[in-house]
């Protein structure tokens, strides 16, 4: 949101852009006339429309990533670190153990937990 302050005269005019609509105000708090430029550009459906945002909690989770020579562990927990919410190894996805500790089977064991961790609520 943007606030433009324009002294003109005798009244003090604002405009002021939130989003996709740009309003002007007086310093009586009274929202001014479009211009010629808005009435051309939206519709009477378009004017009735209004953006709305969708409001929704974020739920945090912390991924633990632990790589040796071996192998790689993906453990995400909740955000105070008391509750499992997911947990994959490289071992997990591949069937060889000489590709437990692959970049492959890593990216794979990344892609499985953050699936699990969406599908149980965190975004």
């Known amino acids: 949101s943007r606030v433009s302050t324009q002294s003109t005269g005798m009244a003090e005019t604002e405009t002021k852009t939130t989003g996709f609509v740009e309003k002007k105000v007086t310093e009586e ?55 499992t919410i997911a947990k994959y190894s490289g071992g997990m996805q591949v069937k060889a153990h000489r590709d437990e500790s692959s970049p492959y089977a890593s990216m794979l064991a990344a892609q499985e937990a953050a699936q699990l961790a969406l599908t149980r609520g965190i975004n």
């Open 29 to 83: 708090g009274a929202w001014g006339e479009p211009s010629e430029k808005e009435e051309q550009w939206g519709s009477d459906s378009n004017q009735e429309e209004v953006a709305q945002v969708k409001e929704e909690k974020l739920n945090f989770g912390i991924a633990y990533i632990k790589t040796t020579k071996n192998d790689t562990i993906i453990h995400i927990t909740d955000y105070t670190g008391s509750e």
